[in-house]
DNA sequence: GACAAATATTGACCACGGTCAATTTTAAAG
DNA sequence: CTTTAAAATTGACCGTGGTCAATATTTGTC
């Protein structure tokens, strides 16, 4: 059984985080560096690294509370009743996500995960968006809406693969101009999920 | 204008690739050096990053290479006449990428070119999968085995969605069984192409 | 063969993520 | 207030990917 964390402790990983935060907010998610995190918030790298375990664990838990925020609007507006609504439900997490491939590249890391290191945000935000999805998709399906004959489950981790997959071709054609990733789903959304 | 490379390059290219490619089968991805690679070849480091720019450049030559052959190997064979044939024509490529999640990540990477940067191997590649796909699509189509209300190319590059997706889900479960990625595919394959 | 220009290779050097034994600080117990 | 064990922090150190000015080799030309 390990204590509570010291109130130093929780001082230092806040500072930790603020730096950082700025640093990405100013500067982008590619300037980051570990030493300077460490050095600016005054603390060693050992520190740091003992705090978040690798970088990635760092930016985890910052774009892990980040999409959460996104997840809160999401449940806070009504529920979509079209696949074209579902799309604009999602666009500002898609538009987050799409802003840099390294956000990208670390929530797929963990897209997978279902159950166990629920102790992970990132996690928890990806339980929480298939469930809230599947839940919107329920209702459209008891609404006569869309297709009901497939399990809301099923087409909500669907519409995460296109999700995933508009986000991955947007980043390969980078250059060019590049559609909002909301938009670019549309046709597989209304291809998924429509009644024929 | 350049000229074409000297024959001492090309030897240099051909041993480089064939150490690295010991490398990979016998240890393993993860355990690719590229200063174990340059040493092993007899050359210095400069010259191995002169040749492929970076890891990553060294990684696509090889794997491009391999995902190629598994096409070949698809093109061979018969057409597909449903979903669930479709997934047993993609099951060796999806192994083949399953078995490592850094190649997967690789190809990812690429995963969306469609045009331009065709001198990139992996580039090719997908292209040469989505086409393949399209036209199996376009066939099924015809013989009225699968739904014809949508262009067979976003079909197909729905099928590649799917296919991600069930990768990047295997890879997060790792540790549990992980059920084959074809057989994963299958619920998803038949929901995007079936006939309702 | 001698020369020059393009090509190919070299290896010392750097940047940055990550480690860990040693040290300092905290807080509970007497 | 002391003692002491756990918690927190430190910073020298390492591994590995990647760079680039200097050097060596090849090739075309007279």
Known sequence: MSRAPQKRRLETRAKLLSVAEHIIDTEGCAALRMEEVAAKAGVAKGTLFSHFGDK??????????????????ME??????????????????????????????????????????????????????????????TGMQQRGRIRDDQDPVLLAEGVQAFLTHVLAIGFCQEHAQMIPPAEAM???????????
Not at 76 to 104: G, K, N, W
Not at 105 to 120: A, C, I, K, P, Q
Not at 186 to 196: A, E, M, S, T, V
């Open 56 to 73: 990635e664990g760092l930016l985890a838990v910052i774009f892990g509370a980040r999409v959460m925020g996104y997840l809160d609007q």
């Open 76 to 137: 806070a507006m009504p529920d979509p009743d079209t696949p074209d609504e579902i799309a604009s439900r999602l666009a500002p997490l898609l538009d987050f996500v799409a802003q840099d491939r390294m956000i990208f590249e670390l929530l797929l890391r963990y897209s997978g995960t279902t159950s166990e290191n629920v102790d992970e945000v990132i996690t928890q935000g990806f339980i929480r968006q298939v469930t809230l999805c599947a839940g919107w998709i």
């Open 186 to 196: 549309l046709p597989y959304l209304r291809g998924w999920l429509d009644i024929r």
